[in-house]
């Protein structure tokens, strides 16, 4: 089946940063999502993709649909000690189901 | 607006115990719905997945059933528990046209003794 690659893994930075987190496919997807999980409870969608080359902010945090449909990005600027959880990349091939990755988990130190 | 809800948020179980959880969706009609299971540090993965009332799909074989006996309630069953069931199960539903993102419960911590 679709595997996808998130990275890092794991995130150590200062209160103030930016953060930067990816996610690589071998396969194409038609949409990729972002979520955000916090601890005890449901990931949270952050961002919707839907066309390759999207580019869509929400607040501090951008995303982007990469052109070759095999890749996804995820910043979040001027980082605040709420930002801590685990990120999740998820791409979609078929209506509904959903593959996601490994998760990012993201330290804020203030 | 929509909500969903899961219940119970933990469970403590013994093995060979049968388990029997449960999701409702509220706020929209026929929505498609998943189970999903997540290993601790681990992203999640698919079990099964429902498009319509009495329609299941299962992703990976396994010793856990799902069934939607009402357009709006979702529930992950087993006849026998094992260990390897331990884990947080999350039920999510979505709009059925096109590709739309799914929407998560809070998620029930099962725990295997």
């Known amino acids: 089946g679709q595997q996808l690659n998130q990275s890092p893994q794991s995130m150590f930075i200062q209160e103030g940063e930016d953060v930067s987190m990816n996610c690589t496919s071998s396969?194409?997807?038609?949409?990729w999502l972002w979520y955000k999980q916090d601890p005890g409870e449901g990931p949270v969608l952050l961002i919707a993709?839907?066309?390759?080359?999207e580019l869509t902010s929400n607040g501090r945090l951008t995303a982007q649909f990469g052109i070759t449909r095999k890749d996804s990005f995820l910043n979040i600027s001027a980082s605040i000690p709420s930002d801590v959880g685990i990120y999740f990349c998820?791409?979609?091939?078929?209506?509904?189901?959903?593959?996601f990755g490994d998760g990012t988990t993201l330290t804020v130190k203030p | 607006s929509q909500t969903i809800h899961q219940w119970p948020a933990t469970l403590v179980q013994p093995v060979g115990s049968p388990l029997s959880l449960e999701c409702t969706v509220e706020?929209?009609?026929?929505?498609?719905l998943y189970w999903y299971r997540q290993a601790a540090g681990r992203g999640l993965q698919l079990l099964f997945y429902?498009?319509?009332?009495?329609?299941i799909s299962s992703e990976v074989p396994q010793n856990l059933s799902a069934s939607r006996p009402q357009d709006r309630q979702f529930i992950l069953s087993s006849k026998k528990l094992l260990l390897s069931d331990s884990g947080f199960y999350l039920c999510?539903?979505?709009?059925?046209?096109?590709?739309?993102?799914?929407?998560f419960g809070d998620g029930t911590r099962l725990s295997i003794l």
């Open positions: 999510a539903w979505s709009m059925t046209l096109g590709h739309q993102p799914q929407h």
């Open positions: 396969s194409i997807f038609n949409t």
């Open positions: 993709l839907y066309k390759a080359g």
């Open positions: 998820a791409g979609q091939l078929g209506a509904g189901k959903s593959t």
């Open positions: 706020g929209t009609s026929n929505p498609n």
């Open positions: 429902s498009v319509g009332i009495g329609q």
